[in-house]
């Protein structure tokens, strides 16, 4: 999808294992997922569905390339998280409120 990182290179992302694996965010957020109820549902599907799945990226530093989440208006942001580690995410509902605030629809139920 980005095999160059031209996307990752112009948000400035976060990278490098000492800035992302090795984080105090990953066990931290690790330790929010353990114990918060379901907290773990949504990794436990995606691992199951990588059991047969291997990837070597094209570069050997994007395996320490962490994402974020973004709401684009056009080229306006409202709204960025740069992910600090692994397992640390924007919250879902935070995102889509923000998206739905924007397109001025109520979230499904």
């Not at 709204?79 to 979230?107: C, G, M, R, W």
């Amino acid at each position: 999808v980005d095999p160059v990182n031209a996307l990752y290179d112009a948000i400035s992302l976060n990278r490098g294992v000492d800035r992302t694996f090795f984080n105090i965010n990953t066990p931290l957020a690790f330790v929010e997922r353990l114990t918060k109820e379901d907290g773990m549902k949504d990794l436990v599907n995606i691992l199951g569905k990588w059991s047969k799945a291997f990837f070597i990226p094209p570069k050997n530093e994007q395996a320490f390339l962490q994402g974020g989440t973004f709401v684009f208006d056009g080229a306006k942001t409202l709204f960025a998280h740069y992910d600090p580690s692994t397992a640390s995410h924007a919250s879902v509902d935070n995102v889509l409120e923000i998206a739905y605030k924007k397109q001025s629809l109520a979230p499904a139920k």
